[in-house]
């Protein structure tokens, strides 16, 4: 079954790469209308440029004091019916090496810029009666992984505040879902050696990495009519790394 986004207007950041660009292509092929946010001002008008007429850029740091100025001008303009907060960072230490910094940024840019751009989304999506957010997690938030304590933590907070959202806001006919991919082919596995590959391969029932597109496509059937009754739920989109 075909799904059709049109009429809908989707909002995604970290649009400007990976699984965010991969998200904002499918949707916008979905007939959605997609606001593509990301850091670099450049980056998102080349992809939204190369995407067509359904995708329109917007710089947007959401680490900056002005975040929630901006997403108001946003919604201001129209109305965002699909929010998927994709925007994330990594910085990667042993936990007693950890500096304060790493822990901040890591928390900051995962979990509190999820919470500042859907409080000011989700206040139009209650006066409509509709909306689907999406909140991309992490297979690590819930298996954790060695080196990624603050990055381990952000995601799992992120699930936490998908499932105590969803009951909510449910009842406005808002579904609020959770995505945790695992591990994802990118420019960084690529640079693997066969061995290395093959090792972290071994470990996936499926015994591949995922690709960008696999995360997207599970974005795109929970922001459709289809997926209406589902909500609180976290998607795990691993290949079987974890069960």
Do not use: C
């Not at 740091?61 to 129209?78: G, H, M, N």
């Not at 230490?93 to 304060?100: G, I």
């Not at 919470?115 to 000011?120: I, S």
């Not at 609020?176 to 693997?192: K, L």
């Amino acid at each position: 079954m075909k799904i059709d986004l049109s009429g809908k207007h989707a909002l995604v950041t970290g649009a400007s790469r990976g699984i965010g660009e991969a998200i904002a292509r499918r949707l916008a092929e979905s007939g959605a209308q997609v606001t593509l946010a990301a850091r670099s001002k450049e980056r998102v008008e080349q992809i939204a440029s190369a995407i067509g007429p359904n995708a329109h850029p917007l710089e947007l740091d959401i680490t900056a004091p002005d975040l929630r100025d901006k997403i108001k001008a946003l919604i201001e303009q129209q109305a965002v019916d699909i929010l998927v907060n994709n925007a994330g960072v990594t910085d990667d230490q042993l936990f007693l090496r950890m500096k304060p910094q790493s822990w901040d940024t890591v928390l900051r840019t995962n979990l509190d810029s999820a919470f500042h751009v859907t409080q000011e989304v989700v206040k139009k999506m209650i006066r409509a009666q509709w909306g689907r957010i999406i909140n991309i997690s992490s297979v690590v938030g819930l298996m954790g992984n060695p080196g990624q304590v603050n990055y381990a933590s952000s995601k799992a907070a992120l699930i936490g505040f998908t499932k105590a959202l969803a009951l909510e806001i449910g009842s406005r006919n808002i579904t609020v879902n959770a995505i945790a991919p695992g591990f994802i082919s990118t420019a960084m596995t690529d640079q693997m050696t066969d061995e290395a590959r093959s090792t972290l391969e071994s470990r996936i029932a499926l015994r591949r990495l995922g690709t960008v597109d696999d995360v997207a496509y599970a974005v795109v059937f929970l922001a459709s009519e289809q997926a209406s009754y589902i909500t609180g739920t976290v998607m795990n989109v691993s290949g079987g790394l974890y069960t």
